[in-house]
Nanobody, 119 residues
Framework: QVQLVESGGGLVQFGGSLRLSCAAS????????MGWYCQAPGKQRELVAS???????SYADSVKGRFTISRDNAKNTVYLQMNSLKPEDTAVYYC?????????????WGQGTQVTVSS
């Protein structure tokens, strides 16, 4: 069994900051790419940022310069530092991870954490 558990969401004012964390646990051999997605009400889930095992990152244009993704491979954890938050960042944020177990490789998702930015 593999679990991704997110934390760090909440309510913040316009211009504020939040730091999301997502820890993977279970019988994990290695983790390849990890990422953060967001889904606002009535919209499709979309990629916010991703990071390779080696630390290469990519970002959605809407968050470049404001959000930073990072990871701690020893802790099987990915982070999303969110600065200069805007009301349009309000969404449920999900982490995902490409995880290799003995004999298998799958993409796993966290349960989601709500981020609400008030104007």
């Amino acid at each position: 069994q593999v679990q991704l558990v997110e934390s760090g969401g909440g309510l913040v004012q316009f211009g504020g900051s939040l730091r999301l964390s997502c820890a993977a646990s279970g019988s994990i051999f290695s983790i390849n790419d990890m990422g953060w997605y967001c889904q606002a009400p009535g919209k499709q889930r979309e990629l916010v940022a991703s990071i390779t095992r080696g630390g290469d990152t990519s970002y959605a244009d809407s968050v470049k310069g404001r959000f930073t993704i990072s990871r701690d491979n020893a802790k099987n954890t990915v982070y999303l530092q969110m600065n200069s938050l805007k009301p349009e960042d309000t969404a449920v944020y999900y982490c995902n991870a490409d995880i290799r177990r003995v004999g298998s490789r799958d993409v796993y998702w966290g349960q989601g954490t709500q981020v609400t930015v008030s104007s």
